[in-house]
């Protein structure tokens, strides 16, 4: 079943990943980056590291990918360009991917990865981190969300329209 799960998120991650990189439409390739947020955050997940699995989920599948779909929704125009990559010299990226696939075909069928890790135990990383946040670096935490909503607090002066005032 792990076999399967691997297989899955690789196939997902990957897969999503070529369709950013060789799609000709702009919007396909925004949409298709989802699919390998997604696949990256479970295989944080899948590693037992939640808490960075967690984080990808939101900030970037959640917040920076809403950003790059509304930027390329609202771009004018954006109809009348052909393609959004441009040509590639298939001549040398063609060797170069297939030295890459059997470099990481090499690594992944080595030994190396079969280790039984079924004694180790695996506390989640959310707790580990939480407690360290609300004991030894409260100071710090609290400092960085004082600084955190000023910065907020700042932008929202600047980008404050001024009102004229009529005599």
């Known amino acids: 079943m792990e076999t399967f799960i691997v297989s899955v998120i690789f196939i997902v991650t990957v897969g999503s990943a070529c369709i950013v990189a060789f799609s000709n ?3 396909y390739s925004a949409f298709a980056l989802i699919g390998t947020f ?6 944080f997940i899948y590693l037992n590291a939640t808490f960075l699995g967690l984080v990808q989920l939101v900030v970037y599948a959640g917040g920076i990918l809403v950003l790059i779909i509304f930027a390329v929704m609202l771009t004018s125009k954006i109809n009348e360009s052909s393609r ?3 040509g590639a ?3 040398a990226v063609v060797p170069l991917v297939l030295l890459l696939v059997l470099l990481v075909g090499r690594i992944l069928t080595r030994d190396v990865w079969t280790k039984d890790l079924s004694g180790m135990a695996h506390e989640p990383t959310i707790t580990a981190l939480g407690n360290l946040l609300l004991t030894d670096y409260l100071l710090p935490f609290e400092l ?9 607090i700042g932008a929202a002066v600047i980008s404050r329209r001024k009102v004229k005032t009529q005599e």
């Open 25 to 27: 439409n702009l919007v």
């Open 84 to 86: 959004s990559n441009p």
């Open 38 to 43: 997604l696949g990256v955050a479970g295989t």
């Open 89 to 91: 010299n298939y001549k």
């Open 144 to 152: 960085v969300s004082v600084v955190l909503l000023a910065a907020m």
